[in-house]
């Protein structure tokens, strides 16, 4: 498995960033997926969760109607478009092939200062 994040970096608030997920070594488009965040000093949160199909999604309250993931299967690639993004989205993001966030890539650094 081998997941590679790009896209971060750094925005001010209310800016936007797309991020990709490049997939390989593994049957992407039968997996759901899935994105994490660490913010500095604290735990992993999940982020956002798509079926294998890209026909259901999930978000966690603090990203609803601001993210939206999206996937395309021909290209093996996950993608989390960020709007209106604020200071507390800040951190680290990963792409994940389960559910827990163990199986992930290196991780994009998002930042948005205060």
């Known amino acids: 498995v081998q997941l590679v994040e790009s896209g971060g970096g750094l925005v001010q608030p209310g800016g936007s960033l797309r991020l990709s997920c490049a997939a390989s070594g593994f049957p992407f488009s039968l997996r759901p997926m899935y994105w994490f965040r660490q913010a500095p000093g604290k735990g992993l949160e999940w982020v956002a969760s798509?079926?294998?199909?890209?026909?259901?999604?999930n978000y966690v309250d603090s990203v609803k109607g601001r993210f939206t993931i999206s996937r395309d299967n021909t290209q093996n690639t996950l993608y989390l478009q960020m709007n209106n993004l604020k200071a507390e989205d800040t951190g680290l993001y990963y792409c994940?092939?389960?559910?827990?966030?163990?199986?992930r890539g290196q991780g994009t650094q998002v930042t948005v200062p205060s």
């Open positions: 994940a092939t389960d559910s827990a966030g163990n199986l």
């Open positions: 798509i079926v294998s199909t890209g026909t259901n999604t």
